[in-house]
């Protein structure tokens, strides 16, 4: 999975899944240690950045499938239910469901979409059997926080009707948000950063409960699940200089993680910039500096069960 993603996941835990701050799924932190009214806005602020991006992968979905056989989809790792609803409003016949193991996150759903998403707890990988029967499952960002991802494919894959669709987003490329070189530090201090977080990254992946080495080719992935690729398209998430406050406000948040993360494995001067980049009230912050941008992209491998 790419840095950017990693980013979301930790800050979720999915049981799924969704997006890098590994805390209820995988017993790093109880759930109760979280603010889950922070973490839901925080993720809503997340999917509400990549919304059109969604939608496009969601239309291109519609013409895989076709809206008529879409009677139920799935969300799977849904967190508060942003990308479900956009899921809806592409589908709109279907009904959709966000799943999640968070009851706080999945309630958070169910107000924003004023009751037009269904909603299913479940603890993955024990409780894929809740689950029932698709037309469609979108699973984004969820399935690296299980420890075994093709047995997880595998049981997404049996949920599926004859016909049925599994959308998997993963992979993708990390974020960008400064040019290479932004006038403080080194040049090439976002290359630096991701390459820590993927470090991280992996650590996280070798602690989950069953944890397996697995060659993150996702089509073959899916085809050994039993399914049919039906094609991997890549969506672009752009938000061009100058920023508006509410893309500052959610790179600003990434970065403090990050720093929280990071700190140590970053030098001294890496360090500085950082704590410069997240200075709220200088001119040389990401809350009001005018180079800054947001741009990444979100990769979805399909495949169909025959």
């Known amino acids: 999975m790419s840095a950017h993603q990693h980013d979301q996941a ?16 995988h017993g790093h932190a109880p759930a109760a240690d979280f603010d889950w009214d922070a973490l839901a806005a ?52 279907a009904e959709v469901v966000a799943v999640d193991q968070s009851a706080a996150l999945l309630e958070r759903a169910r107000t924003r979409s004023g009751g037009r998403l269904g909603t299913q707890q479940a603890d993955l990988p024990a409780e894929f059997d809740k689950l029932g029967e698709a037309d469609l499952i979108w699973s984004g960002n969820a399935v690296h926080h299980l420890g075994d991802q093709q ?51 992996s650590a996280m992946r070798a602690e989950l409960p069953g944890s397996t080495a697995e060659i993150e080719d996702w089509p073959a992935m899916l085809r050994r699940a039993g ?33 929280d993360r990071l700190a140590e494995q970053l030098d001294a001067e890496d360090r500085a910039t950082l704590d410069a980049l997240l200075a ?27």
């Open 10 to 25: 930790h800050a979720h835990g999915h049981s799924h899944g969704h997006g890098h701050h590994h805390g209820h799924s």
């Open 42 to 93: 925080h993720l809503e602020l997340e999917a509400d950045l990549r919304a059109d991006a969604v939608t496009e992968a969601g239309r291109w979905l519609l013409g895989l499938h076709g809206e008529g056989g879409v009677r139920r989809v799935l969300d799977v790792g849904s967190g508060p239910g942003v990308i479900a609803g956009l899921l809806a409003e592409v589908f709109p016949a």
């Open 227 to 259: 399914l049919t690729p039906t094609g991997t398209r890549t969506f672009l998430v752009d938000h061009p200089a100058p920023l508006a406050g509410p893309v500052r406000r959610y790179l600003h948040i990434q970065l403090t993680r990050r720093r």
């Open 280 to 306: 709220e009230d200088a001119p040389t912050g990401v809350l009001h500096r005018p180079d800054a941008f947001y741009l990444a992209a979100m990769t979805v491998h399909t495949a169909r069960r025959d």
């Open 151 to 201: 047995a997880a494919l595998t049981s997404l894959a049996g949920l599926l009707r004859p016909g049925g669709l599994l959308a998997v987003a993963e992979s993708g490329l990390p974020a960008r948000y400064l040019p290479r070189d932004f006038g403080l530090g080194r040049p090439g201090f976002q290359a630096r950063m991701d390459a820590a977080h993927e470090d991280g990254f």
